[in-house]
């Protein structure tokens, strides 16, 4: 029987030379699965949970729809007890001296090694992946990741001494994740000394076997725990008082968008469409396929927006027969809907450009902002792209490349968070000395009215005492302006006496101190850092001038006329630090199979709003408006609510010293500023010192453009020490890095 | 032989406007040999097929008319006969594509396939093989000894002088090198050529073959480069008139996979026939 069959298809493959199939079994996963009777529970401290009374979901086969095994939805009992394991395995994990942990780490890849057959056939089965992205691409950068934060670990107690690590993470994985996305995250984690608890939703037994992998290796059982679990319990993890941090990874293998110039535009889309009519899509599990397949929702939202493509006037090129084809979608009009929504996988949406400079306007033009290559064979052109580009990492003349050195992360809405490199590490750590984030988490904080109303102002009695007139009015744009609202309140001396008025700004004031930040911005970010640490300094000599007036103004609030001039030197002095600081900051990396260098630039983060601190009325204002001027930022600040004099009194120099627009100064209800900065839109970071309260509104606020928030939970801060007030901490978050990748060879 | 490339005017601009992005090159190369396998009975049509593109090459100093007899019975026998049976490839009448011998030999060459009564072509290497760095005249001279031997196909080695001049010729074939030199058929530098001839093809129309010699010895790398050029170029490609593998030990380990598929053992160094 064989043999006739045999006969007749070798002589036609002959004449057709058609590729065939080339199946990678995948018994080794069933197997697996069968050992858990195909029954999937958690993975905590180091042994399977299988809790009862737990619905269960089905993991199918994405193609055949085969049914692979069940696997537990866990209740909120079952991550409460996997924080627990976490944070007991914390207290050992993080006093280890690095080096064990770098031990533990290699042992980890090891065992990854051993078992990787079992790992890329699992993960290809499931998520329906091309098996050779998973086996060539996955499960070496796995490994890779691992040995490469062994060694950060190694030499952690060196290079970062002064962090600590935070505690127990939870990290959080969206349906449509990969295995990497997850060792991204955990590595640094581990490897700093964190412990994790991962929830994954139902039906990813990856993760699972991951945490079996980690648990076999004895000790130290409770680092990596695994829940699957619905999505609601992603608030149940995050609320806990013993998870310090929560990382959230959504759905990362979206479409591309494809920019070509106008004069190559025929001669790209013959090449293109020419080598994707070579794609091979198919089941994952097949050696031989350049693509795998998705399941079914996958293929949907693809077919909708094809669809709707069609509909708006696009011409649509799809190349070979799989279950959903690589799809190139053009002549898109640029109105269309589709142009700004998210392109699904596994399209490509080409649209032509006449310029460098169009270009570089329609790519910053959506909101994604995670990677972008450019390709040309102009250096100085490609770079230029490169730094206008507004993304996470850029690739010159290649796409996609990846390797655990490089920090890869994003803005705008592609979030905030980076994993790789040292970037990837500072996102687990904190200054030595931080006090644990304790709960604060407010059920009855009301999102709609926070902030929302303005109590008025009414006269508060004669002002008392000498004083030269306050200086009044917001200022904006580099003067001082009256306020959109034309109210004022007062403020109180530590007598309770009138101190004097400060105009009463609203969302009006907020929006035009946003859009001078913004008009500002560009001729900022051009001035050479020699020129940025000039105005600073200057601004120092100014505050020093100004030594006597401030201090007074700080004496009246209740302090000590010796420590208001304290005050007032540290300020100077701060001033001058951030100045010196303002040199460009980046370096070169040198990546591990790669000819060539990959840059990591610090770029500003465009418009920074801060609410100031009522501790160091003067201290921190200038601290932070130096730190965040100094890497090339804009900002909007909202002074100490209490004292916010001292801060119009040095507007007044700024006003003759710095551009306008550079530094914008709104006084008024703080809840209500807070509010409006943090609802804005066009606002890349918000720096909160304030209240409990304010601050759970402005993290929960600042999802609308996911920019990046630092707050302080009502905790004061010492901003007269050097690691608070001038330390590196504020350096790091007040810029954002880009990884420009430089492939050599010629 | 394909219909000869009529040629087109000699246009340098082409030749300087071309930019390779070795990188990015060398990435599709690997990804090529990683992605593109075949098994069983696929793996097996594409060795015979392969088979149908090799130029069967000797070039030794010590290459007499006793060898060469040898190397063109193999050359019309490949494979052993009970070995297609098991395919049903018996009656398809499988010969290699040619025999490729040094200018010296091309006559015994010629006898011997006459005397099998087989029509394969015999290519002559010419024009001072393997450096090239002989007098136009009797590189001249060579080509027209060769062609009156009976050759019918010649691989001409270029003037390397001219090339690094920029002074350009052109012709039906092209060869990765000698398959003499240090490095020879590597797959970043046939994708470049692969490339070129498909854009004189978009260009001009005219289909220029395309030819790797020097270290393909196993039988695995000949299908890596029988995908490269499927790849590249697509199914026409792969006939023996745009298509040859100049290879000598390839055959013997074509035969020997062969062998393996039909009897899931492994041959012995005795079990198949000498070239």
């Known amino acids: 029987m064989a043999a006739t069959r045999e006969r007749t298809s070798a002589r036609e493959i002959f004449n057709t030379l058609e590729y065939g199939p080339v199946p990678e079994s995948h018994a080794c996963a069933l197997a697996w699965l069968d050992t858990q009777d195909r029954h999937l529970g958690h993975y905590v401290n180091g042994k399977w949970l299988k809790p009862e009374h737990r619905n269960s979901v089905p993991c199918q086969d994405p193609i055949t729809g085969e049914s692979l095994t069940a696997c537990l939805q866990a209740q909120a009992e079952d991550v409460a007890a996997a924080v627990e394991a976490a944070g007991t395995a914390f207290e050992n994990w993080s006093g280890l001296p690095g080096a064990s942990r770098a031990q533990h780490l290699l042992r980890l890849a090891k065992m990854i090694q051993k078992h990787q057959r079992l790992l890329w056939t699992l993960e290809s089965l499931v998520s329906g992946r091309a098996v050779r992205e998973v086996r060539d691409g996955d499960v070496p950068l796995a490994q890779q990741l691992l040995q490469y934060h062994a060694v950060q670990a190694y030499t952690q107690e060196e290079v970062l001494a002064g962090w600590e690590p935070?505690?127990?993470?939870?990290?959080?994985?969206?349906?449509?994740?990969?295995?990497l996305e997850m060792m991204w995250r955990i590595c640094p984690a581990l490897a700093v000394g964190c412990t994790v608890v991962v929830l994954v939703p139902p039906a990813s037994p990856t993760p699972l076997l991951l945490a079996q992998l980690a648990g076999e290796l004895g000790s130290f059982p409770g680092i990596l725990n695994v829940i699957s679990g619905p999505a609601s319990l992603g608030p149940v993890l995050a609320s806990h008082p013993r998870v310090q941090k929560v990382t959230f990874c959504g759905a990362v293998e979206g479409g591309l968008r494809l920019f070509i110039q106008e004069s190559v535009w025929d001669e790209t889309m013959r090449r293109l469409q020419e080598r994707m009519a070579r794609l091979r899509g198919g089941r994952g599990l097949d050696g031989a396929m350049d693509m795998g397949t998705r399941e079914a929702a996958a293929r949907d939202l693809a077919q909708r927006y094809v669809s709707e493509a069609r509909r708006q006037g696009a011409q649509v090129f799809q190349a070979g027969d799989s279950l959903f084809p690589p799809t190139?979608?053009?002549d898109l009009p640029p109105a269309s809907p589709c142009t700004q929504a998210e392109v699904p996988?596994?399209?490509?949406?080409?649209?032509?450009?006449?310029?460098?400079?169009?270009?570089?306007?329609?790519?910053?033009?959506?909101?994604?902002?995670?990677?972008?290559?450019?390709?040309?064979?102009?250096?100085?052109?490609?770079?230029?792209?490169?730094?206008?580009?507004?993304?996470?990492?850029?690739?010159?003349?290649?796409?996609?490349?990846?390797?655990?050195e490089v920090p890869t992360g994003g803005c705008k809405e592609s979030g905030s968070s980076w994993h790789g490199g040292p970037d990837g590490l500072y996102e687990y750590l904190r200054p030595s000395g931080t006090p644990a984030r304790l709960s604060y988490f407010s059920e009855n904080l009301n999102y709609d009215t926070f902030g929302l109303a303005v109590p008025s102002t009414l006269p508060a009695g004669p002002e008392i005492g000498p004083s030269p007139a306050t200086p009044y009015g917001l200022f904006i744009g580099g003067r001082f302006q009256a306020p959109g609202a034309r109210s004022s309140r007062p403020i109180k001396n530590s007598q309770g006496n009138l101190h004097g008025y400060v105009a009463e700004g609203g969302a009006k004031d907020i929006r035009g101190a946003v859009e001078a930040a913004h008009q500002a911005a560009p001729g900022w970010v051009g001035q050479s850092p020699g020129a940025r640490a000039t105005l600073l300094w200057a601004l120092a000599t100014a505050l020093e001038r100004r030594e006597s007036a401030l201090a007074s103004r700080l004496e009246r609030h209740g302090m000590e006329l010796k420590d208001a001039k304290v005050e007032v030197e540290l300020s100077a002095r701060q001033l001058r630090a951030w100045g010196s600081r303002a040199q460009a900051q980046g370096h070169v990396l040198q990546v591990a199979e790669l000819k060539g260098p990959v840059l990591r630039l610090r770029e500003p983060l465009g418009v920074l709003a801060v609410v100031c601190p009522n501790e160091w009325p003067l201290l921190a204002f200038v601290s932070l408006l130096?730190?965040?001027?100094?890497?090339g930022n804009t900002v909007v600040m909202v002074p100490s609510g209490a004292c916010p004099i001292p801060a119009l009194e040095v507007c007044q120099d700024m006003a003759t010293l710095l551009p306008a627009g550079l530094v914008n100064v709104v006084t008024g209800d703080r809840d209500h500023l807070t509010r409006c900065l943090a609802l804005h839109q066009d606002v890349q970071a918000l720096w909160y010192f304030g209240s409990a309260q304010g601050s759970q509104f402005v993290e929960w606020a600042s999802a609308g453009n996911l920019k990046?928030?630092?707050?302080?939970?009502?905790?004061?801060?010492?901003?007269?020490?050097?690691?608070?007030?001038?330390?590196?901490?504020?350096?790091?978050?007040?810029?954002?890095?880009?990884?420009?990748w430089l492939p050599m060879g010629d | 032989m394909s219909a000869r490339n009529g040629g087109t005017e000699l246009d340098l601009s082409w030749i300087s406007k071309i930019q390779v992005n070795q990188p990015a090159v060398l990435r599709r190369a690997e990804q090529i040999q990683a992605r593109r396998t075949v098994k069983k009975e696929w793996q097996a049509a594409w060795l015979l097929k392969a088979v149908t593109f090799i130029d069967l090459?000797?070039?030794?100093?010590?290459?007499?008319?006793?060898?060469?007899?040898?190397?063109?019975?193999?050359?019309?026998?490949?494979?052993?006969?009970?070995?297609?049976?098991?395919?049903?490839?018996?009656?398809?009448?499988l010969t290699t594509a040619a025999?490729?011998?040094?200018?010296?030999?091309?006559?015994?060459?010629?006898k011997a396939l006459k005397a099998s009564g087989c029509t394969i072509p015999v290519a002559s290497v010419a024009t001072g093989f393997p450096a090239g760095q002989?007098?136009?005249?009797?590189?001249?001279?060579?080509?027209?000894?060769?062609?009156?031997?009976?050759?019918?196909?010649?691989?001409?080695?270029i003037n390397r002088t001219l090339v690094l001049t920029g002074q350009w010729e052109g012709s039906d074939f092209i060869k990765t090198s000698t398959g003499k030199e240090t490095v020879n058929a590597t797959f970043p530098v046939a994708i470049v050529m692969l490339r070129a001839i498909r854009d004189f093809f978009w260009k001009t129309g005219n289909k220029v073959g395309f030819k790797p010699a020097g270290g393909i010895r196993n039988a695995k790398d000949s299908l890596a480069w029988l995908s490269l050029v499927k790849e590249e170029l697509g199914n026409e490609w792969l006939t023996p008139e745009l298509f040859r593998i100049g290879a000598s030990t390839l055959l013997l380990d074509i035969e020997r996979q062969i062998y393996h598929h039909v009897t899931g053992r492994y041959a012995a160094y005795h079990d198949l026939p000498m070239s």
């Open chain 1, 328 to 330: 190139l979608v053009s």
């Open chain 1, 708 to 740: 990046p928030v630092w707050v302080n939970r009502g905790c004061p801060r010492a901003w007269d020490q050097e690691a608070k007030g001038a330390g590196a901490e504020l350096g790091l978050r007040a810029a954002r890095t880009k990884a420009l």
């Open chain 2, 99 to 110: 025999v490729c011998v040094y200018p010296a030999r091309v006559c015994d060459a010629v």
């Open chain 1, 166 to 179: 935070m505690g127990v993470i939870g990290l959080i994985l969206s349906p449509m994740f990969s295995f």
């Open chain 2, 134 to 157: 002989t007098h136009l005249k009797t590189r001249l001279e060579e080509i027209r000894l060769a062609v009156e031997d009976g050759a019918t196909e010649i691989d001409v080695v």
């Open chain 1, 345 to 404: 996988w596994p399209v490509v949406v080409a649209s032509p450009f006449r310029t460098a400079k169009e270009a570089l306007a329609m790519a910053n033009g959506t909101p994604r902002g995670a990677s972008a290559s450019v390709w040309s064979e102009r250096l100085g052109q490609a770079l230029e792209l490169g730094c206008g580009l507004r993304v996470g990492t850029v690739w010159i003349n290649a796409h996609g490349l990846r390797s655990t």
């Open chain 2, 57 to 93: 090459t000797t070039l030794s100093g010590d290459d007499t008319s006793s060898n060469i007899q040898r190397l063109c019975y193999k050359a019309k026998y490949p494979i052993r006969e009970d070995l297609l049976k098991s395919l049903n490839m018996h009656d398809k009448g």
């Open chain 1, 626 to 631: 130096a730190a965040a001027l100094a890497h």
